[in-house]
T-cell receptor, first 116, second 113 residues
Framework: AQTVTQSQPEMSVQEAETVTLSCTYD???????LFWYKQPPSRQMILVIR??????QNATENRFSVNFQKAAKSFSLKISDSQLGDTAMYFC?????????????FGKGITLSVRP | ETGVTQSPTHLIKTRGQQVTLRCSSQ?????VSWYQQALGQGPQFIFQ???????GRGNFPPRFSGLQFPNYSSELNVNALELDDSALYLC????????????FGSGTQLSVL
């Protein structure tokens, strides 16, 4: 069975500072995808960044980057130059090539607050 | 392009009743999946529909059922509602390719009293 663990329930960061959100996962598959999704108060899940497990290079999207450690099964999200609009719940999610294409296993999420 | 829309936004039902939630997928998307998000938890996969057929299911009982229509919109039906069914129900659409981005709606908040 696949599992995703986000052990930090809440984090707070000053505007313009950098923050790192942690995630560990477990899967028996060799090929899989990892995602970070953001859920603001509007409740709509928005994709932040995606990593393909067979790619060694860490994914980056503007201010967002990941540190993907496949052997350690770790997938952390770094947010640089934090902005007030980054305040939201952040979910780490795992998907693989077997079964339903859109079956993602999500962690419990972390509440990020950006302070002005 | 139109996004994923869900209706209704909020719903209150009593235990034992039946409920139908609706989802219009993003234009051009042929795959719809449904997730249940309990308070303080991450979303849990219920099932996926691809071209009107269910092709993947999570650990949910048969009283959770669905449909996908020729225009790729979808319904989630829950029979014999239980208190634990109270949750946010999220719909996501995609092109059905492995590892691709899912486009989520804003969900239906279901309360079972």
């Amino acid at each position: 069975a696949q599992t995703v663990t986000q052990s930090q329930p809440e984090m707070s960061v000053q505007e313009a500072e950098t923050v790192t959100l942690s995630c560990t996962y477990d899967t028996s598959e060799n090929n899989y995808y990892l995602f970070w999704y953001k859920q603001p108060p509007s409740r709509q899940m928005i994709l932040v960044i995606r990593q393909e497990a067979y790619k060694q290079q860490n994914a980056t999207e503007n201010r967002f980057s990941v540190n993907f450690q496949k052997a350690a099964k770790s997938f952390s999200l770094k947010i640089s130059d934090s902005q007030l609009g980054d305040t939201a719940m952040y979910f780490c999610a795992l998907g693989d090539y077997t079964g339903a294409n859109s079956k993602l296993t999500f962690g419990k999420g972390i509440t990020l607050s950006v302070r002005p | 392009e139109t996004g994923v829309t869900q209706s209704p936004t909020h719903l209150i039902k009593t235990r034992g009743q039946q409920v139908t939630l609706r989802c219009s997928s993003q234009s051009g998307h042929n795959t719809v999946s449904w997730y249940q998000q309990a308070l303080g938890q991450g979303p849990q996969f219920i099932f996926q529909y691809y071209r009107e057929e269910e092709n993947g299911r999570g650990n949910f009982p048969p009283r959770f059922s669905g449909l996908q229509f020729p225009n790729y919109s979808s319904e989630l039906n829950v029979n014999a509602l239980e208190l634990d069914d109270s949750a946010l129900y999220l719909c996501a659409s995609s092109l059905g390719t492995v590892g691709e981005k899912l486009f989520f709606g804003s969900g239906t908040q279901l309360s079972v009293l």
